[in-house]
């Protein structure tokens, strides 16, 4: 059973970092997506990073230059380092998998998901 894990969460000052981790369990795919996504209360939930099995990125336009996404294929863990934290990236986030030829930003075209592990920046 695939499972995907994510820890790494907690509060933080404006300004400051955090890192996150997801471990995941085989994946059923040979060409394969991993990324992470955030919701906030009231919003629907949206891609910040994504991540594929050929290493190409894609980010949100409002993290940029301050998060970056990577995975330990050794491991099989994947990663968003968060720096310079804003208050609006204080979200519930979490880590899923799905298909190389649906990599997108876009919820809907990732059929794994882990519980999520809740980032809180204060002012």
């Known amino acids: 059973q695939v499972q995907l894990v994510e820890s790494g969460g907690g509060s933080v000052q404006t300004g400051g970092s955090l890192r996150l981790s997801c471990a995941v369990s085989q994946l059923p795919y040979s060409g394969y997506c991993v990324g992470w996504f955030r919701q906030a209360p009231g919003k629907e939930r949206e891609g910040v990073a994504t991540i594929d099995s050929r290493e190409s990125t894609t980010y949100t336009d409002s993290v940029k230059g301050r998060f970056t996404i990577s995975k330990d294929n050794a491991k099989n863990t994947l990663y968003l380092q968060m720096n310079s934290l804003k208050p609006e990236d204080t979200a519930m986030y979490y880590c899923?998998?799905?298909?190389?030829?649906?990599?997108?930003?876009?919820?809907?075209?990732?059929?794994?998901w882990g519980q999520g592990t809740q980032v809180t920046v204060s002012s």
């Open positions: 899923a998998a799905g298909t190389l030829e649906w990599c997108s930003l876009r919820p809907a075209y990732f059929g794994l």
